[in-house]
């Protein structure tokens, strides 16, 4: 039976896997091609493992009960200049392309929202790629709005991405 649970250090290998997957599938058509072929689940599990162990952060799983991991979530305080000391942020969510479709990122927000309320959060921001429709499609159906800003990322250096950002309200109880 799958659940979602909080990362440990044991699983950021598979996280890393999956993040490199999911980026190489998502991704592709949107970014170059010999930058996706070039990621490396070595380098992504280091910094996997330098995260998990980062008291102010969240990191969720979607454990399916065999030991796979199909999904995850990053939730941390909104690293946006304009953003309150009550704004989350959903950092990375990512499901395994062989699972798209069987509602693991749906069941991964719902967590990673009551996380947010419970750490004091009062909303959740995220950035989406500008053309990535599908993922774009998929928060709106979750209750997240565009906000108005965007901005241009190029910390790969050989390229630019547009982003946009997305903001939820989160329901108290």
């Known amino acids: 039976m799958r659940v979602v649970r909080n990362a440990n250090f044991e699983d950021c290998a598979a996280i ?11 991704y592709r058509g949107h970014m ?18 330098k995260l998990n162990v980062a008291s102010n952060r ?7 009960g065999d030991g796979t991991i199909s999904g ?4 941390i305080p909104s690293r ?8 989350g942020e959903i950092s990375a969510i990512y499901v395994s392309p062989k699972k798209w479709g069987q509602g693991i990122g749906q069941e991964l927000l719902s967590v990673a929202a009551g996380r947010a309320r419970e ?3 009062s909303e959740v921001t995220l950035w989406v790629l500008h053309a990535n429709q599908r993922a ?25 991405i547009r982003e946009v950002r997305y903001r939820k309200p989160l329901q108290t109880s």
């Open 32 to 49: 170059p091609d010999e930058f996706l072929d070039r990621l490396d689940i070595g380098e992504r599990t280091k910094m996997w493992r």
């Open 136 to 160: 774009r499609k998929f928060y709106e159906k979750f209750g997240f709005v565009l906000d108005g800003s965007e901005k241009e990322d190029n910390r790969w250096i050989d390229f630019v």
């Open 58 to 64: 969240v990191l969720l799983v979607m454990d399916d």
């Open 119 to 121: 750490k004091g959060f």
């Open 72 to 75: 995850f979530c990053d939730l």
């Open 16 to 26: 890393a896997a999956l993040h490199v997957r999911a980026w190489q599938a998502v």
């Open 80 to 87: 946006d200049g304009d953003a309150k000391p009550t704004t």
